[in-house]
């Protein structure tokens, strides 16, 4: 069983800055690809960046030039770095990591970004 905890969302400014931690509970080596994905109230859940296992990246556009996508292998952990944040960034980010087979989801960690 894969566990995927999620952490760093929180309340800020328009402008400011937030980086979202997803620790898995196995190397993230063994997954094809790492996401991260938001949803706001009463919106779909949206891709916003992913990373495949090796290395390449992309991102949804309204996240082009704000956000990052990047890891630390040795903590099994995947971060997303969002700057420049906007009050329409406001939603629960959730970590996904894909295998061949499964999808495994963290439980989302809520970002608000104030006006």
């Known amino acids: 069983q894969v566990q995927l905890v999620e952490s760093g969302g929180g309340l800020v400014q328009a402008g400011g800055s937030l980086r979202l931690s997803c620790a898995a509970s196995r190397s993230i080596f063994s997954f094809n690809a790492m996401h991260w994905y938001r949803q706001a109230p009463g919106k779909q859940r949206e891709l916003v960046a992913a990373?495949?296992?090796?290395?390449?990246?992309n991102y949804a556009e309204s996240a082009k030039g704000r956000f990052t996508i990047s890891r630390d292998n040795a903590k099994n952990t995947v971060y997303l770095q969002m700057n420049s944040l906007k009050p329409e960034d406001t939603a629960v980010y959730y970590c996904?990591?894909?295998?061949?087979?499964?999808?495994?989801w963290g439980q989302g960690t809520q970002v608000t970004v104030s006006s």
């Open positions: 990373m495949s296992s090796g290395g390449s990246t």
């Open positions: 996904r990591a894909d295998t061949a087979l499964y999808a495994y």
